[in-house]
């Protein structure tokens, strides 16, 4: 069975970033002879403080992700928070994705569907695996014919995760491709003062241990210096970290 493999920084910074990550992930691909899907958002609209920084917006952050694929032959994922956002962004992006936070929003759900394009949904830190037979019968009635399925993890009392890695095996009722969310997994959210704290350390055990519960796919937001990044720094893996953790899903 072939693996998925999805990466890149959590939120569009610059140019320079996006080149960056991506000439690294490109080299992997041709390594490894692996089709890794490049990661980032154009806009963050669930930031903790209202004066987090969120991103270049739709217009100029697809235009960004059009350039990284265009230069690098990388296939695209990024999310969208509203149903008006799926049709422009479907035009450059090859996997929509499914905030966890709206993962029962039909009408988004539905728009996504109807892009034809792969919808990939986060499961929310409020249900189980099983609840999410919902979400994907919502997306497939509206016409989509490839759904994933990611888990992140569920909310533990406050600024806590934990993963219930039974969550894998029950989604792979309702998809074939189940993802693992590696670094959002390891959040705490609202933990750092106006800001998420995470715990990446944990990043590469979180991935081995989805692998045991038969994870078909692997979520990794990387950064060349998570500690200066302007979202979620301390849940990204470093990206000289990257190809060792890879390496590691392979063998």
Known sequence: MSVTFIAGPCVIESAELLDTVAAEIARINKT???????KSSFDKANRTSLKSFRGPGLEKGVQMLA???EKYGL???????????????????????????????????????????????????????????YPVEKTQAAGATEVWLTERGNSFGYNNFVVDFRNIPDMLQFSPT????????????????????GDRQFIPAMALAAKAFGATGYFFETHPDPSAALS??????????????VRSLLD
């Open 178 to 197: 189940v993802i693992m969310d590696c670094t959002h997994s390891v959040q705490r959210p609202g933990a750092g003062n106006g800001f998420t704290g």
């Open 232 to 245: 979620d720094g301390t849940n990204m893996l470093p990206l000289d970290q990257f190809e060792g953790v």
């Open 67 to 69: 350039d990284i694929k």
């Open 75 to 133: 296939r695209i994922l990024t999310d969208i928070h509203e149903a008006w956002q799926a049709e422009p962004v479907s035009e450059v992006a090859d996997v929509l994705q499914i905030p966890a936070f709206l993962c029962r929003q039909t009408d988004l759900l539905v728009a996504a569907a109807k892009t034809g394009r792969t919808v990939n949904i986060k499961k929310a830190q409020f249900l189980s695996g099983k609840d999410m037979q």
């Open 32 to 38: 490894y002879g692996l089709d890794i899907i490049f």
